[in-house]
Each structure stands twice: as C-alpha cells, then as structure tokens.
C-alpha cells in the first residue's frame, strides 16, 4: 500500500481557482493510475479525473474543460487544477492510487459565494 495525503482544499468564490496536490509516501514513477474522485454530502463517491503513468488523462463530463490533472513523478505528487469552479463542484476530493492500493483522508472544497 502506499501513503496519500491531499491538501489545498479550501473555500472558494464561483468562477475562482483551487489547485489540489495529493503527495504520496513514496515514488510514484511506476503507479499505473492515479485518480482524482469526489463525494458530495449524501451522494456516492464518483471518478472525476485519472492520469497514467505515461501521462495519458481522462476526465468526467461534469469537469472537462475546466479540470486539469498532472502528476510530477519527482515529487510523488499529483495535482488537480481546478478552475471555473461552480457551487456544485463542493465536495470532499479523495486521491486515489489504483496500484499499489491507496487513498487519502480527503480534503474539502467549498464553492461558495
């Protein structure tokens, strides 16, 4: 298993910008997926964003054009632009590293004028 902690969560006006890093224990050069997902209070948990080790990314409909997800190997990180964020965009943002297994604690984002 490995370690993921996110930060950057935070409260934010509509149309505002949060950028997200979730930072694992270790390297993460050879983590096939890494996967973004949100939960809203009282919804499932649902896949907003995965990126693979050779850098291929896949959004969900709800957050193309507006999301970005990168990974920096060097700093076992992986990010999560978040722009023209909207009210229902809040959520509890959950790293998530397929193989090895792994998830963070989650970290909240408010939208919110």
């Known amino acids: 298993q490995v370690q993921l902690v996110e930060s950057g969560g935070g409260l934010v006006q509509p149309g505002g910008s949060l950028r997200l890093s979730c930072a694992a224990s270790?390297?993460?050069?050879?983590?096939?997926?890494m996967r973004w997902y949100r939960q809203a209070p009282g919804k499932e948990r649902l896949l907003v964003a995965s990126?693979?080790?050779?850098?291929?990314?896949n959004y969900a409909d709800f957050v193309k054009g507006r999301f970005t997800i990168s990974r920096d190997n060097a700093k076992n990180t992986v990010y999560l632009q978040m722009n023209s964020l909207k009210s229902e965009d809040t959520a509890v943002y959950y790293c998530?590293?397929?193989?090895?297994?792994?998830w963070g604690q989650g970290t909240q984002v408010t939208v919110s004028s």
């Open positions: 998530n590293s397929r193989y090895p297994p792994g």
């Open positions: 990126i693979t080790s050779g850098g291929n990314t």
């Open positions: 270790r390297s993460i050069f050879s983590f096939d997926v």
